[in-house]
């Protein structure tokens, strides 16, 4: 009653674990089926150290054991497709489609899909025109793609044809479209809405730029002085007393050189205005307008305003086609109000436009043009003449700066060549204050001079300064020692002689008017301010006080102190 053995294994050679198991608990389907298309795993896996047995994960899964709902699983995976039909136009990949158009047509559709929101969202967008949902480049892109109406018929017809097979990608978008009314018109003034504020713009400022050129040229004085210097100059050259020239000559300007130096005839006509004009500029940072004016096409802006009165007149027409299809009253208010303003201001800037080209060719008539050279003269080429001159002009007006400061500049180097250095200005003569320190030092020396030649000599007290102290002194150094230092400079008239007191009166108002200077020089701490260090004089013949009262005094020494040819002996 024992089950018999299982069958043995087959060779590893053979590529399969074993014999697949017959599952004949497998109920047969009554219905086609969906089909998995995978990949089986019946190949043999051999042992390794991860894995030492010959079980695969599959092998695992046997153990496994649960009921399945078949009847179900046939029901909702049955096939459903149709045989294909001679009424289907196209078939996809991997899934059926209806293609309609042709590859190029749709490819062209399908690209331009990736750079538009959602289909879902574009037809909303479009009847609410709403700029936040889709830009100018869409409305331009779709455009391109409105469906014609063939190709409007062919989608439809293959639609009903095959009502279970969806339409293609661009197809679809085509037929989404063609269900909004007065598509062409809706875009259309879409579109103007929202190119209006640009387009107005690019006509007006132009405008407003050449109005501002014209006020410029009238107005400026450096180039009235430019203009009347080369006149006189062109009048000298040609020997004929000339009224004016055309204003198209200033672009030949640079081009004309003398003979010598063979610079151009604008480098010298800017020298000459900066010598008898030095209040004159470089005048290109004076004519900003007219640099502008100079990179526009007035003939296309003239093109650009008519376009816009065109335009405004077709948005018209769109808003009472789109007004018949139970337009919204607020939005059709809303449109009405944004056409009627801009007619009026359509308006305006035709008026203006007119104008500024009338006063224009005033001034072309003041520049001494005649009427059939100003029909010939184009703006912007007129403007641009100018402002290259002017740049030409403030270019050689830098170069002729630099070449002044440099000549100045040699000037001053060569006044002061072969001098040395404290013969230049700023070493040449002394300072007021210097006179003055100069001239006190000679009075104080006069002063001091005067009273060693009168013998006004105290010997204790005048040598007492240079002595070293070392017992008790006299009276007198007593109270020589409570004076301050710079009062025996003062009385010292030789080395460090003090005069005696109260001998002269005419003497001391000297001493003491010269006391009061050095004391306000002494206290007055702007006049020193690092304190100076003690400078010996330098005597050949100096010698100790003990050595020279040791040994007397000779005879020229008593001379000089104002004592006797015998000196009385000094004792310490």
């Known amino acids: 009653g024992a089950p018999p053995p299982p069958p043995p294994p087959k060779a590893p050679g053979s590529g399969h674990l074993g014999p697949a198991p017959r599952n004949s608990a497998i109920p047969v389907k009554k219905k086609k089926t969906v089909r998995l298309f995978w990949k089986e795993v019946n190949h043999y896996v051999p042992p390794t150290v991860a894995n030492t047995s010959k079980e695969s994960l599959w092998d695992t899964l046997r153990g496994v054991k649960f009921q399945l709902d078949t009847d179900k699983l046939e029901h909702l995976f049955e096939s459903r497709t149709k045989e294909q039909t001679p009424k289907k136009v196209g078939e996809g990949k991997g899934k059926n489609e209806v293609i309609v158009l042709d590859a190029k047509r749709s490819n062209q559709i399908n690209i331009g899909l990736t750079n538009l929101p959602p289909p879902r969202t574009i037809k909303q967008a479009i009847l609410n025109m709403d700029s936040v949902a889709m830009n100018r480049e869409g409305i331009e892109m779709i455009l391109k793609m409105i469906p014609s109406d063939e190709e409007k018929t062919k989608i439809q017809d293959a639609q009903m044809q095959n009502p279970d097979t969806p339409l293609g990608a661009a197809e679809q978008f085509l037929l989404t479209l063609s269900s909004i009314s007065e598509l062409t018109a809706r875009l259309n003034f879409w579109a103007f809405k929202l190119d209006y504020e640009t387009m107005e713009q690019e006509v007006a400022e132009p405008l407003m730029d050449l109005k501002q050129a014209m006020e410029q040229l009238k107005n400026n004085k450096t180039l009235r002085y430019i203009l009347a210097t080369l006149l006189a100059i062109g009048n000298f050259l040609n020997g004929a007393q000339c009224k004016g020239f055309q204003l198209d000559y200033l672009a030949k300007v640079p081009e004309v050189k003398d003979t010598v130096h063979k610079q151009s005839l604008l480098y010298h006509l800017c020298t000459m205005v900066m010598e008898k004009f030095p209040e004159s500029t470089d005048l290109y940072s004076e004519i900003g307008a007219v640099t502008r004016s100079s990179k526009v096409d007035f003939e296309l802006l003239t093109v650009n ?65 005649t009427p059939q050279a100003i029909k010939d003269t184009n703006i912007n080429q007129f403007c641009k003449t100018i402002s290259e001159f002017a740049l030409e002009y403030r270019t050689t007006r830098e170069r002729v700066l630099q070449q002044q400061k440099k000549k100045a500049n040699q000037r001053e180097r060569n006044k002061t060549r072969g001098k040395m250095i404290t013969d230049t200005k700023n070493f040449a003569g002394k300072s007021k204050k210097e006179k003055k320190e100069e001239e006190e030092a000679n009075a104080l020396k006069a002063v001091l001079k005067h009273s060693a030649m009168n013998g006004e000599v105290n010997l204790n007290t005048s040598m007492e300064p240079r002595s070293r102290v070392r017992g008790k002194s006299t009276g007198d150094a007593k109270n020589s020692t409570k004076e301050p230092n710079f009062v025996k400079k003062i009385f010292s008239g030789g080395r460090g002689s003090v005069p005696a007191r109260g001998k002269d009166t005419d003497q001391d108002d000297n001493t003491e008017e010269i006391m009061e200077r050095l004391v306000k020089t002494a206290t007055n701490p702007g006049t020193r301010l690092i304190p100076r260090e003690r400078k010996r004089a330098r005597q050949v013949n100096r010698k100790s006080l003990r050595r020279t009262l040791k040994s007397g005094l000779s005879e020229q020494e008593s001379k000089a102190l104002g004592l006797s040819s015998k000196g009385n002996p000094v004792n310490i």
């Open 305 to 369: 305003l008519a376009k816009m009165e065109k335009q405004c007149r077709s948005s018209w027409d769109n808003l009472k086609a789109i007004a018949k299809h139970n337009m919204a009253s607020p939005m059709k208010n809303k449109l009405t109000e944004f056409l009627k303003d801009c007619t009026e201001r359509i308006a305006i800037l035709k008026i203006v436009h007119r104008r500024v080209i009338n006063r224009f060719n005033k001034l072309l008539i003041f520049t001494g043009m």
